[in-house]
């Protein structure tokens, strides 16, 4: 065997192993970035499961967390009950809003009461919100600056408790 066909055999190998042992030894999720995009998307309005008109899109003064989500997304499951902390510890500096995609208001309704998000949630039952905004993975996050003058969307759970995200939103403020 030539040293050329050994080096790829070896390659190849370290490359379907170390996926497989990393999983093994306990790794650390993965989670999303933040990446910006092309045109903020356009304010629009839901119906939240409480009934209320909730506005989608950006406020003047200060930044805002539109999340999509389903309730049969574990990753979502997951990720909803750390966004509520990181929403409930940051008052009222940022707007959070949850959007449900596709899904019964009794489903979505009976999913998010033992979380107590403290936040509202919305119903985006056919989808138009979500394109909208254009996510096409769940869970996904788009975040408007304030007066929104640029947008960023992860696609993919966020590590709401990781100084980068708290320094990222806190960035999206407008300083007064």
Do not use: K
Not at 40 to 48: F, G, L
């Amino acid at each position: 065997m030539t040293a050329i066909r050994h080096f790829r055999r070896s390659a190849l190998a370290a490359a379907i192993a170390l996926p497989v042992l990393s999983g093994a030894a306990g790794a650390t999720p993965e989670y999303a970035a933040f990446e910006p995009l092309e045109a903020v998307p356009t304010a629009s309005s839901a119906r939240a499961l409480d009934g209320e008109t909730v506005t989608l899109g950006p406020a003047a003064d200060r930044p805002v967390l539109v999340h999509f989500f389903a309730t049969w997304c574990a990753p979502c499951e997951e990720e909803l009950p750390e966004l509520a902390r990181f929403a409930a510890a940051r008052g009222e500096t940022v707007r959070v809003v949850g959007v449900d995609v596709a899904e019964p208001a009794s489903r979505v309704a009976a999913f998010v009461a033992p979380l107590g998000l403290g936040f509202p949630v919305t119903l985006d039952e056919d989808r138009a919100i979500a394109r909208a905004f254009g996510v096409r993975a769940l869970p996904s996050t788009v975040l408007i600056a304030s007066g929104g003058g640029s947008a960023m969307r992860a696609a993919g759970p966020v590590d709401w408790s990781a100084p980068a995200i708290e320094n990222l939103v806190e960035h999206q403020r407008i300083r007064n």
